[in-house]
């Protein structure tokens, strides 16, 4: 078998060469007829089924589609592939059925792109609904910082620690950094390491063996919080990113503003995206059943004459079903 099927293949290339040499300049015909010859029943059935395969994936591959997703079309040496095979088999459907496959894999390759793409707008409004909430709940607790913010803006500086405070910034600076270091615990907990302006600087504690990062978080605590970035390498550059960020308390919220308006507007098309139904799904079914009643049939290898018969009554059943309810969608 496998010296019949190399011999064979070596003549399809050879047939190429020869057809390819009928368009060189210089021939005299402007027109040519070639000839295949098969054999009914013969082992050409089985080799025409394996070239149309490695016909369909070379094309693609030839033409930048992916063979692993969907075989897109049967192009025209495929077809060619599929006559010859349907002629060795005797049985003219046998291309019908093939034609069906390929556009019933198209569809359904496209029907499932198109789940997954509302299984995303499934997960956007999931996403929404449990995050618009807290954005919301953000919002409605802003005025009291922002009023805070406003009101010690122009204040001489004073920071507290516990009992103690101090109005110089870098002697300030120098001991938050100190309580940060040693903000150490073996059970992790939020502890209050200062006062200003009205809010609460706070931060969880790290274990006793914990380095200290590169850069830490602190939180401004206040009917919000809000969360600065240290790196401590300056005491008074400490002071003033604490500083920026109450003064920037106002800028947080219309940022905080922005991003539940664009959840919103994300929420609204994810429920209209959602309730939308395959486009092609008719199709879809009508191919599916058309493919469902001739594939049996042909590798049964029925007579052409019963073939014909279920087909009719498909065509005089389904097919105006299918038609009637293209026209109501419409």
Same mark, same amino acid.
């Given at each position: 078998?496998?010296?019949?099927?190399?011999?064979?293949?070596?003549?399809?290339?050879?047939?190429?060469?020869? +057809?390819?040499?009928?368009?060189?300049?210089?021939?005299?015909?402007?027109?040519? &007829?070639? #000839?295949?010859? @098969?054999?009914?029943?013969?082992?050409?059935?089985?080799?025409?089924?394996?070239? $149309?395969?490695?016909? %369909?994936?070379?094309?693609?591959? /030839?033409?930048?589609?992916?063979?692993?997703?969907?075989?897109?079309?049967?192009?025209?040496?495929?077809?060619?592939?599929?006559?010859? %095979?349907? =002629?060795?088999?005797?049985?003219?459907?046998?291309? =019908?059925? /093939?034609?069906? $496959?390929?556009?019933?894999?198209?569809?359904?390759?496209?029907?499932?792109?198109?789940?997954?793409? %509302?299984?995303?707008?499934?997960?956007?409004?999931?996403?929404?609904?449990?995050?618009?909430?807290?954005?919301?709940?953000?919002?409605?607790?802003?005025?009291?910082? @922002?009023?805070?913010?406003?009101?010690?803006?122009?204040?001489?500086?004073?920071?507290?620690?516990?009992?103690?405070?101090?109005?110089?910034?870098?002697?300030? !600076?120098?001991?938050?950094?100190?309580?940060?270091? #040693?903000?150490?615990?073996?059970?992790?907990?939020?502890?209050?390491?200062?006062?200003?302006?009205?809010?609460?600087?706070?931060?969880?504690?790290?274990?006793?063996?914990?380095?200290?990062?590169?850069?830490?978080?602190?939180?401004?605590? !206040?009917?919000?919080?809000?969360?600065?970035?240290? &790196?401590?390498?300056?005491?008074? !550059?400490?002071?003033?990113? @604490?500083?920026?960020?109450?003064?920037?308390?106002?800028?947080?919220?219309?940022?905080? $503003?922005? /991003?539940?308006? +664009?959840?919103?507007? %994300?929420?609204?098309?994810?429920?209209?995206?959602? $309730?939308?139904?395959?486009?092609?799904?008719?199709?879809?079914? =009508?191919?599916?059943?058309?493919?469902?009643?001739?594939?049996?049939?042909?590798?049964?290898?029925?007579?052409?004459?019963?073939?014909?018969?279920?087909?009719?009554?498909?065509?005089?059943?389904?097919?105006?079903?299918?038609?009637?309810?293209?026209?109501?969608?419409?």
């Amino acid at each position: 078998m496998e010296t019949c099927r190399s011999n064979t293949v070596r003549r399809w290339v050879l047939s190429l060469q020869r +057809n390819g040499r009928l368009i060189r300049q210089g021939n005299i015909h402007q027109e040519v &007829d070639i #000839y295949h010859y @098969i054999t009914k029943g013969s082992f050409d059935n089985y080799l025409w089924q394996t070239q $149309e395969n490695k016909l %369909k994936y070379i094309t693609q591959i /030839m033409t930048s589609k992916d063979p692993v997703r969907s075989a897109e079309d049967i192009d025209e040496q495929t077809m060619t592939a599929s006559d010859f %095979k349907a =002629l060795a088999t005797g049985n003219p459907y046998l291309k =019908l059925k /093939m034609e069906l $496959e390929n556009e019933l894999t198209v569809l359904d390759n496209q029907k499932r792109a198109f789940n997954r793409t %509302k299984d995303e707008y499934r997960h956007t409004i999931s996403y929404c609904e449990q995050n618009l909430p807290v954005l919301e709940k953000r919002l409605s607790q802003y005025d009291r910082d @922002i009023a805070q913010s406003l009101a010690t803006k122009s204040q001489d500086f004073v920071m507290r620690f516990d009992n103690q405070m101090m109005d110089n910034r870098a002697e300030a !600076g120098d001991y938050l950094r100190k309580l940060i270091t #040693y903000n150490r615990s073996e059970t992790k907990e939020v502890r209050t390491l200062a006062n200003f302006r009205g809010f609460e600087l706070k931060m969880a504690t790290r274990s006793p063996s914990e380095p200290l990062p590169d850069m830490v978080s602190l939180t401004i605590s !206040g009917s919000n919080q809000y969360s600065v970035s240290l &790196d401590l390498k300056s005491d008074v !550059g400490t002071i003033q990113r @604490i500083t920026n960020t109450i003064d920037h308390i106002l800028y947080d919220q219309e940022k905080t $503003e922005e /991003m539940a308006n +664009n959840l919103k507007d %994300k929420l609204a098309v994810a429920r209209v995206e959602v $309730e939308k139904v395959f486009p092609k799904e008719e199709d879809y079914q =009508l191919v599916k059943a058309k493919y469902d009643l001739l594939a049996p049939l042909v590798e049964q290898e029925a007579e052409v004459e019963e073939i014909d018969v279920a087909l009719a009554k498909f065509n005089e059943t389904i097919q105006p079903q299918h038609n009637q309810q293209l026209s109501l969608d419409f």
